[in-house]
């Protein structure tokens, strides 16, 4: 996921949306982050995009409102994840059997079905801050026949928790002027803190098998 999510980076760049966004308006933010979370689209910036909002907001107010930015946003990743739910209830298995291409991987989906069977409901909020799992968690709650009820208690509190702490912390953030001169680096640090758990519980897993598969071999004469 770590190389995915490089290789991203490298292809598409968050300031760029970002310019996109102010030229042409907030609609442009709104698809993406719909695309993001309603369209099975996991190689779109969601985090770094919206801490890019933020700051754009603290420094150009007249064109970009930290308000409206919250307003616009939340809704659409809330409907976004609900979209994401009935394409996981209707279409179920075949997802897992769609090929592999450019734009669609199935480990994605596997590794969003372990983090789903680890954290249960609390998945739905939790993929909302990381990268890639979060397009797929919403399709695999559908997919477990996850109450909708409960599914849309998790997914509006996860949708507020992730457009507003992500655009604000960009919003507090972008009245420092280091922050001003320094803004990709800040965030390729969002990023690397987004991916961090996922990292980690990577090595985790690897680490036990290897574990394993030792114990495993018979011992040397």
Same mark, same amino acid.
């Given at each position: #996921? +770590?190389?995915? =999510?490089? $290789?991203?980076?490298?292809?598409?760049?968050?300031?760029?949306? &970002?310019?996109?966004?102010?030229?042409?308006?907030?609609?442009?933010? /709104?698809?993406?982050?719909?695309? $993001?979370?309603?369209?099975?689209?996991?190689?779109?910036?969601?985090?770094?995009?919206?801490?890019?909002?933020?700051?754009?907001?603290?420094?150009?107010?007249?064109? =970009?409102?930290? %308000? #409206?930015?919250? +307003? %616009? =946003?939340?809704?659409?990743?809330? &409907?976004?994840?609900?979209?994401?739910?009935? &394409?996981?209830?209707?279409?179920?298995? !075949?997802?897992?059997?769609?090929?592999?291409?450019?734009?669609? *991987?199935?480990?994605?989906?596997?590794?969003?079905?372990?983090?789903?069977?680890?954290?249960?409901?609390?998945? &739905?909020?939790?993929?909302?801050?990381?990268?890639?799992?979060?397009?797929? !968690?919403? %399709? !695999?709650?559908?997919?477990?026949?996850?109450?909708?009820?409960?599914?849309?208690?998790? *997914?509006?509190?996860?949708?507020?928790?992730?457009?507003?702490?992500?655009? =604000?912390?960009?919003?507090?953030?972008?009245?420092?002027?280091? !922050?001003?001169?320094?803004? $990709?680096?800040? %965030?390729?640090?969002?990023?690397? +803190?987004?991916?961090?758990?996922?990292?980690?519980?990577?090595?985790?897993?690897?680490? /036990?098998?290897?574990?394993?598969?030792?114990? *495993?071999?018979?011992?040397?004469?």
């Amino acid at each position: #996921m +770590v190389e995915t =999510l490089m $290789e991203l980076w490298a292809v598409i760049k968050p300031n760029a949306l &970002i310019e996109a966004a102010i030229s042409y308006g907030i609609h442009v933010l /709104a698809l993406i982050i719909f695309l $993001e979370t309603g369209a099975l689209v996991f190689f779109l910036p969601g985090d770094s995009l919206l801490v890019l909002a933020g700051i754009t907001a603290a420094n150009m107010p007249d064109k =970009l409102d930290i %308000v #409206m930015l919250n +307003v %616009v =946003l939340i809704p659409c990743a809330i &409907i976004g994840d609900a979209v994401s739910y009935q &394409i996981g209830k209707r279409l179920g298995p !075949v997802l897992f059997n769609r090929p592999k291409s450019r734009f669609f *991987n199935p480990a994605h989906l596997k590794t969003a079905s372990d983090f789903y069977e680890k954290h249960g409901g609390k998945a &739905i909020i939790m993929a909302r801050f990381a990268p890639i799992v979060r397009t797929f !968690v919403p %399709v !695999v709650a559908g997919m477990a026949g996850m109450r909708y009820r409960d599914f849309a208690v998790y *997914n509006i509190v996860g949708g507020v928790a992730w457009i507003s702490s992500m655009s =604000l912390l960009g919003y507090f953030l972008g009245g420092f002027e280091i !922050v001003k001169k320094h803004t $990709e680096a800040l %965030v390729l640090l969002v990023i690397f +803190v987004s991916i961090l758990p996922g990292f980690i519980e990577w090595w985790r897993v690897k680490r /036990a098998a290897r574990t394993a598969e030792a114990a *495993n071999q018979p011992p040397e004469a």
